[in-house]
């Protein structure tokens, strides 16, 4: 049962956020890219190429790295949201995460340094232990979101600034993180890898530690979790508009992670300009900042479930046009790839906003407050999503090799799981977040309701 809390709770919950909350906040997701970025766009490739592993064994790994990941979201969840401390149940774990996140980064870039027969062991237990760190890590900073503000707009604002700073941060460490391996590596680039990542991991530390230091949570509602958590998870089912946002995060992941792990492979054999990679890759990372950016200002003509809905059907008109793109028309490849970006920076964006309001429903409808489990459930969501993009490209493409004389079966796969089958996918969740209906209005209604609430008034159901 809650407590009522004071007038001043109340009104710190919606006090404005300071400039210097945006841009630790937003650097937070920079420093995340830091491991994201390289692994998003280079990590197949770099398992395949540098580490040595065949694809086949790459598939399996992943798809078991994000299936233990995925199980791993709602456990943090749990944990996240019934730390007490003084500095708040989220904050802390930026401080003590950091240490342990950059070395397993380092860790895991180091495989080629190993002798052969110990790689696809150590594969296993270092991305693994990567991606839990990074995923408890991530859990905090999601929920944090949800806490720094009640104020919807706030929350906009500073979710557009991270997904826009963190989309462009990817850019750039894309572009450089090839660069900077040829440059450290002289020719070796397993050495490149290690000496890189250790680089990085140290940056990593300082930006959550700073994350830490700067941002506040203002969000002290006395509502909380259930004490079972799987009772969390139960009354997120039963949430309506959160469930559509878990069906579409999962549709969108699936889409995503075909068409960036497809990537390198596309230009690389397809189009036979391996050059050209860091160049796509880095238009497709622009072209999610610039939707990101966009997303907020766009709010104002449209509802976001249906700028999302719009925004996945260019993704999938965009995806279909790259299939029939003939190779010699590289121009507008890179054009068609930076708006196919900007569609999928711009629905997940808003899809994020609109994860805290179902976050403030769910404390409306039944009086507990998860948020951390709310964010990390939809993260479940698309690790899922994840996997199965990983599961699809083992199936269909067991005969690749690296370097090696591909057949013309093989390369029509290629070009068809970067096109051809996110097309479909992004089409199928336009259909699905359609169907959400809880309205800018209708949170700043239950979100009053809610206040009321817990400062021990009486509420009515929203019309």
Request: glycine share 8%.
């Amino acid at each position: 049962m809650s407590q009522p809390v004071s007038d001043q709770s109340v009104l710190q919950a919606y006090e404005p956020i300071h400039a210097r909350e945006v841009v630790s906040y937003g650097l937070g997701d920079a420093g995340f890219n830091l491991y994201w970025a390289p692994l998003s766009a280079f990590m197949m490739v770099y398992l395949s190429d540098v580490v040595g592993l065949s694809l086949a064994s790459i598939a399996s790994l992943l798809v078991t790295m994000r299936l233990i990941s995925a199980v791993a979201d709602p456990i943090f969840g749990a944990i996240a949201d019934r730390t007490h401390t003084p500095y708040g149940r989220y904050r802390p774990w930026f401080l003590w995460l950091a240490l342990p996140l950059a070395s397993a980064g380092i860790l895991f870039f180091s495989l080629g340094s190993l002798a052969i027969e110990e790689r696809l062991t150590a594969t296993y237990i270092s991305l693994i232990l990567l991606n839990l760190i990074y995923t408890a890590a991530n859990t905090a900073y999601n929920a944090l979101s949800g806490v720094i503000t009640l104020d919807s707009d706030q929350r906009g604002l500073i979710i557009s600034a991270r997904f826009g700073g963190a989309f462009l941060s990817a850019a750039v460490i894309t572009w450089a993180t090839p660069k900077l391996v040829a440059l450290a590596g002289r020719g070796n680039h397993a050495l490149g890898w290690q000496f890189v990542m250790t680089v990085f991991g140290v940056i990593v530390a300082g930006i959550l530690v700073n994350l830490f230091l700067q941002t506040r949570e203002r969000l002290a509602l006395s509502s909380q979790p259930n004490r079972n958590p799987l009772r969390d998870i139960g009354n997120l089912f039963a949430n309506r508009p959160w469930t559509i946002l878990f069906a579409f995060g999962f549709a969108m992941q699936f889409a995503f992670m075909l068409h960036t792990a497809m990537t390198p492979y596309f230009m690389k054999v397809c189009i036979g300009r391996p050059d050209l990679i860091v160049g796509f890759v880095m238009t497709f990372t622009l072209g999610l900042a610039a939707g990101s950016a966009s997303a907020a200002a766009l709010t104002r003509w449209l509802p976001r479930q249906w700028l999302i809905a719009l925004a996945m059907t260019v993704a999938g008109a965009s995806s279909l046009a790259l299939y029939a793109c003939p190779s010699n028309q590289t121009v507008l490849m890179f054009a068609l790839e930076a708006i196919t970006g900007a569609a999928f920076g711009m629905a997940s964006t808003l899809a994020f906003v609109m994860c805290a309001d179902t976050a403030d429903y769910n404390a409306w409808k039944t009086g507990h407050r998860a948020t951390a489990m709310t964010y990390s459930m939809i993260m479940f969501g698309k690790k899922i999503g994840a996997a199965a993009s990983a599961a699809l490209i083992g199936a269909v493409l067991a005969g690749y090799a690296a370097n090696s004389l591909l057949t013309q079966h093989v390369l029509g796969h290629i070009r068809a799981l970067i096109s051809l089958t996110p097309a479909a996918i992004c089409f199928g969740a336009a259909g699905i977040i359609a169907l959400y209906d809880l309205t800018p209005d209708r949170v700043v209604k239950l979100q009053a309701q809610l206040l009321s609430s817990v400062r021990g008034k009486s509420s009515n159901p929203l019309p």
